[in-house]
C-alpha cells in the first residue's frame, strides 16, 4: 500500500523549531517559530488565562459535543471583539463563523467554502506570503496566483507593484488573501493610506477580500491592528476573515481559530452559516472546545478583559523595544537600511536581506536560527543577546 510513498523533508518552520531544539549552545538565538518569548524565553501562560482555567474548572459540567460551528459564545465574543458590538453587520445579521482549529482551521475552513461556492476561485496571494498559505489553500484544489508584495532591497512594501499588477490581472469574483496586520513573513505592513486605496479598488473591481488576522494586537495594538479589516468590510459586500487566538491569547497548543464570514445579507449569512457546519462536519467534525471556552470565559468577564487585554499591551510593547534596541545596533555602515525597516516594520517578524548561504552561516557559526528566507522572529532575541544578534548578521553580509 505504501510503496509508493516517499521520505518527505518536514515543512521549512518546524524543521527549524527541531533544529533550534536540538542545538545544546546555551547561547544560541532562536528566531525561528512564531512564538512570542517574554525576557527569559519562555512562552508564558497569559495570566487571564490562567485564571479563566481556573475558574472554567469549577465552572465545566459537561463534555458533550458542542456543534459543528463550534462554541457559540466564543464565536460571538469573538465577533464583537475583531468588529464591535455596534457594528453594522453584525446588527443586521450578516455575519457566519465557525470555529477552526486554529488559524490554520479557519483558513482551511474559508478555502472550502470558497470551493464549494465555485470550484474555479482564484486566490492571489502576497510575494512572500506564510510559508503554509500555499500548501493549505492548494490542497483544497483552489487555483493560486500570486501578487508582488515586499522588496527584499528596501525592506518595505512595493505598493505600486502590487497595485499595478492586480489591476493588469485580477478579475471580478476573485479573492484576494491579505495580512490583517504583521505580515508573516515580512512584517511589512499596509499604511492606511494603502488600505483605503486596495479597499476601494478591490470593490470597484468586485474582488473578494481575504483577510488572515493572525497577530491582531501585536502590531501597533488591537485597534490600529484592526484598521484593514474594518475599511475592506466597510467598502466590500463580502469578506472573509481567518482568525487566530494562538499569538494574542498564547493559546498556541490549544488550537484556538474562526472562520468569519461578512454576506451580503441576513439570508445569504444563514447559507453560508449551514454550508461552514457541513464542511467543518466533513473535516472534524466538530472542533475541541477547551480553548475557545477560555476565551469565551476571558471575553465575557470585564475583570479578564483587562487583565488579558494589558497582557497582550505588555506583549506589543516589548516587541516594540526589542525592535527599536536591535534597530538602534544595526544603524551602522552597512546595517543603514535594516536599521529603519526593523523600526519600522510590526509584529513579530521581519524579512532580512540575507541570503541561504548568510543564513546558514549565522546557523553554524553563531547558533543563530532564522528561516532559510531570513524571516526572524525578533520576539525570539532579548535585550542581552541583541548585540551579539546585530553583531553577527553585519559580519555575514
Ligand atoms: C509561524 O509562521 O512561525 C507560525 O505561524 C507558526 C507556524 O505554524 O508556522
Redesign the pocket.
Known sequence: MFESLIERSP?A??AL?EMAKADPNPDKIDL????YKSADGATPIMQAVKQAEALYHVEETTKTYVSTAGNAAFRRLMTELVLGADHGAVKTGRIASAQGV???GALRLCAELLKSANPQTKIWVSTPT???HEPLIGSVGLNLAKYPYYNKDTMGVDFAEMMSHLEAEAKPGDVVLLHGCCH??TGADLSTAAWDQIADFMAERKLIPFVDL?YAGLGSGLAQDLYGLHKVIEKSPEVLVAI?C??NFAL?KERVGMAMVVAKDPERARIVQSELGLIQRKLVSMPPDHGAALVARILGDADLHKIWFDELNTMQGRIVTLRETLSDALNVQGGEIMSKAVRAQKG??SMLPLTVSQVERLREEHSIYM?NSA?I?IAGANLDNIPKLADAILKVL
Open positions: 515543512d518552520i518546524i523549531m525561528g517559530v512564531g512564538v486554529g488559524g490554520s506564510w510559508a503554509n508573516n513573513p493572525a487566530s494562538s499569538k498556541y513579530m517578524f528561516t524571516r522572529n
